[in-house]
């Protein structure tokens, strides 16, 4: 594998040398995208994308909250070594100076650059998108972002409110524009800019939508008729999983629109009418960003940058069935639940497109004309093996020829440059010839609580860090789930194993939606102990 890997790095660097590097994040993204299999998506640029990229159809966030979730990706660190779980922490400041993906290639020569979301904004990257470690150049913020929140949708009445569902016309809206058009504008003055530059560069686009509101230009809501949306099969909470698993939606009921439903929190459920309505606009917005994305990768290759650019685009969590879109009658995302930790992840290797055809011969009937035909499948771009979000620093250290050492033990911990992931260039060149190899066993997140009920105040969904009293650990292996919550000390950031207030278990076999809790089932108590094991022993003893 090592050989193999060596040959792939010499390939790279010989071919177009150091690479550029077009890291693209897309808000809250669920894979409703048609290179996922999601039949009412519609999404023609990203699934043109995914034609010529590795396919990753088992990513992992380590959290399924914004702030913690993209400092773990960026520092490739697990949320437990950051002790980072809600928004108001910098982990400069509060835990250790590790080293971020743009500051390593920052000081390996590349020029690094930040535009729309990439960190979280405010504390959680000290007010400053952690400038002037990360980026070479002053980060990019749209204009229109203090209309975030701004009463601009139409409600019932006619008159402006703060909906969630927020479809807009661009003439009606302050400067005409949307936040994610002038991060496009910006990302496409960079790529001009630096086209005729001699140092490679690192230019991250954080995309906001989907992301609540659902605020998006109306014409898209033409690619999704209401008619073809329905509710999800298991839009209930399931009877034997503990409440302290439920996230109430509460960034939800705050909006107008939901908060005039008068639901009784926090186990209502939103009236089947408007979940529809949510749904429809939930897969226009990913249209629109869609949209977005087709006209950077147009810009890309106007300025003769694609042959020498390395793609990622992945979300900071969330996935199909995703951002929860009525699934266990939740919505958004706070949970440990797949449809929270799951995430969309493409990545596209010039190099590396088409370097064999590992198709293989078999035989199918012409029924039309009734004989055997010979048919060569499609190159074997997905892979299944299971990644994580942490996993990508190091894959894009390799890349760039600047690779980083695995964080071993404690000591190494304290290190400002070590991953706590696992390059997944070796996964990536064995797809391309259909090779299988011996992969992580099983990955790992959490999720923290203020207690064993959902609440608004503490807020059950994100907890400051002094209110946390419980962390949901989970680990997914190819087959289960298994979910462990236990008491938690915020003083000294350590769980109290001994004291388990609930556990939940998934058999993804027969189960994939995670509608029933299979822990208590004799059955399976072997099985549960063995991944109790698995989840104490810690991501370390799971790598290859």
């Excluded at 594998?1 to 040959?7: A, P, R």
């Excluded at 909250?65 to 982990?91: E, G, I």
């Excluded at 997914?476 to 194993?497: E, H, L, Q």
Aim: hydrophobic share 35%.
């Amino acid at each position: 594998m090592l050989l193999q890997l060596f040959s792939v790095l010499l390939l790279i660097s010989t071919t177009i040398g150091r690479p550029n590097f077009l890291f693209i994040i897309v808000d809250d993204l669920r894979p409703a995208l048609g290179c996922y299999g999601d039949k009412n998506a519609y999404t023609p640029n990203i699934d043109s994308l995914a034609e010529k990229s590795t396919v990753f159809t088992h990513a992992f966030a380590q959290q399924s909250l914004c702030a913690p979730s993209r400092n773990s990706m960026l520092t490739s660190r697990r949320p437990d070594t950051l002790r980072l779980y809600d928004f108001y922490s910098y982990w400069r400041k509060d835990v250790g100076n590790f080293t971020t993906l743009p500051q390593h290639l920052k000081n390996n020569g590349y020029t690094t650059m930040s535009i729309g979301k990439v960190f979280h904004p405010g504390i959680s990257s000290n007010g400053s998108d952690d400038s002037p470690f990360s980026w070479t150049e002053k980060p990019f913020h749209p204009f229109t972002d203090r209309y975030k929140d701004a009463p601009v949708c139409q409600n019932s009445k006619n008159k402006s409110a703060r909906n969630l569902v927020c479809p807009v016309q661009l003439s009606m809206i302050p400067n005409n524009t949307l936040p994610d058009m002038e991060t496009l504008n910006a990302a496409s003055s960079f790529l001009q800019l630096h086209s005729q530059k001699i140092n490679p560069f690192f230019l991250a686009v954080g995309f906001q939508k989907p992301h609540i509101p659902l605020k998006y230009p109306e014409e898209f809501l033409i690619y999704h008729p209401l008619d073809k949306f329905s509710i999800p099969d298991n839009y209930q909470w399931s009877i034997n999983v503990s409440s302290v698993a439920y996230n109430p939606w509460t960034d939800l009921r705050i909006r107008e629109d939901v908060n005039a439903l008068n639901l009784k929190f926090p186990w209502q459920k939103i009236p089947f009418n408007f979940a529809i309505d949510i749904i429809q606009s939930y897969y226009a917005a990913v249209t629109y960003i869609d949209h977005q994305i087709g006209k950077l990768l147009d810009e890309l290759r106007k300025y003769n940058l694609e042959e020498n650019t390395v793609i990622i685009l992945t979300s900071d969590h969330e996935y199909i069935p995703g951002w929860s879109l009525g699934e266990h009658s939740e919505w958004a995302k706070y949970s440990n639940f797949e449809v929270a930790l799951k995430v969309p992840l493409l990545i596209s290797i010039p190099t590396l497109s088409n370097i064999k055809d590992c198709g293989v011969d078999f035989k199918k009937i012409n029924e039309s004309e009734g004989k055997i035909e010979s048919v060569r499948k499609k190159n074997c771009n997905q892979i299944n093996e299971l990644v994580e979000l942490v996993d990508i620093f190091p894959t894009i250290a390799e890349l760039a020829n600047t690779p980083i050492k695995t964080c071993i033990d404690s000591d190494d911990e304290e290190s400002n440059l070590c991953t706590e992931g696992y390059s997944m260039l070796p996964l990536i060149e064995a797809s391309k010839t259909c090779e299988k190899l011996n992969w992580k066993k099983a990955v790992f997140s959490q999720y923290p609580r203020p207690g064993l009920e959902p609440s608004f105040k503490p807020n059950s969904d994100k907890p400051r860090l002094k209110e946390i009293n419980i962390m949901g650990y989970t680990v997914r292996t190819k087959r289960f789930r298994y979910t462990a919550w236990i008491s938690f000390s915020s003083n000294n950031f350590k769980p109290i194993w001994k004291k388990i207030v609930a556990e939940e278990l998934y058999d993804h076999t027969t189960d994939p939606k995670e509608t029933v809790n299979q822990v208590k089932f004799s059955k399976f108590h072997k099985i549960k102990k063995k991944l109790k094991k698995i989840l104490l022993a810690g991501w370390r003893q799971a790598l290859p």
